[in-house]
């Protein structure tokens, strides 16, 4: 785990070596603890809030490959090989549950009403709702460079977005690797999807 500090851009390692093998996405939880999806190991792993004594909190995942946290706190794991979200209350790994099915899974992020975004190797971008209802968004389904006719996300042509974020109004952020680009997806006049634009930045 490496920390750069943004006013100097120093990159400095905090701590390294067992249990991490092939360490993917992460998020902080509220009291500043990171908690990491430890993919080739299939596990979960946190570290302390200085970034140190990693500890593996959770097993038996077939490809753990992202992990965010709600606004209540609660712990969401994108598990790609099993096409599968899953919750926690907290972060208790006890209480794990299957939040929704998500075919090839590549990455996922919280937007600002609660939704989780989640990009799938089926060049598709859905919105998952807090029930767990999901939803295409963007991308037509076939992996490709095209940004569609604006007002029709489901035009769009996309290629694994292997990190996502999504700003305070929505904007979502695609980072595509095999295209080596970035992708905004663009909300609507009403804040929602249906009419977003995608556009390449």
Request: hydrophobic share 35%; proline share 5%; with cysteine.
């Amino acid at each position: 785990i490496r920390k750069m500090t943004l006013d100097t851009y120093e990159v400095s390692t905090l701590c390294k070596g067992t249990p991490f093998n092939a360490p993917w996405h992460g998020a902080f939880a509220s009291d500043g603890t990171f908690y990491i999806a430890n993919k080739a190991a299939k596990t979960l792993v946190k570290v302390d809030v200085n970034g140190q004594n990693p500890e593996t909190i959770a097993t038996g995942y077939a490809d753990p490959i992202d992990v965010d946290f709600d606004a209540s706190g609660n712990l969401f794991v994108l598990d790609r090989n099993a096409n599968s979200i899953y919750s926690w209350t907290g972060t208790s790994a006890s209480t794990q549950t299957k939040f929704a099915d998500m075919t090839g899974g590549l990455s996922m992020e919280f937007d600002p009403k609660g939704n989780l975004i989640v990009y799938s190797n089926k060049s598709k971008l859905h919105m998952v709702t807090p029930d767990g209802t999901s939803t295409v968004i963007a991308g037509c389904g076939t992996a490709g460079n095209v940004d569609g006719t604006p007002g029709q996300p489901l035009t769009a042509k996309l290629n694994n977005a292997f990190d996502l974020e999504v700003a305070a109004d929505g904007t979502i952020f695609l980072a595509e690797d095999p295209n080596a680009v970035v992708k905004m997806i663009v909300p609507d006049v009403n804040g929602g999807y249906e009419h977003a634009y995608v556009t390449t930045i």
